[in-house]
């Protein structure tokens, strides 16, 4: 009987994590979780699909996306 109950608790966990409709973080200085995700998809795909890069693809997502916000914050900044 536990393990029928981790097991629903383990995909009820999983469940919230990949919702859309869980609230995302919002900032101008960084990108949303979303984004992150969406770009960590696109780079395990381009990587050919191979399992086990998980969390080195959602790494460079949010390097790449946070490099991108810097270079949009920066443009702000110097035409104030």
Not at 14 to 25: L, Q
Not at 26 to 45: V, W
Request: with cysteine.
């Amino acid at each position: 009987m536990k393990s029928q109950n981790l097991k629903t608790k383990n995909q009820n966990t999983s469940s919230i994590i990949f919702r859309s409709e869980v609230a995302e973080e919002k900032g101008q200085n960084g990108p949303t979780l979303a984004e992150i995700r969406h770009r960590a998809f696109e780079i395990h795909i381009q990587r050919g699909g191979i399992h086990g890069c998980d969390l080195d693809d959602w790494r460079q997502a949010e390097r790449e996306l946070q490099e991108k916000y810097n270079k949009i914050n920066d443009g702000r900044q110097k035409k104030k």
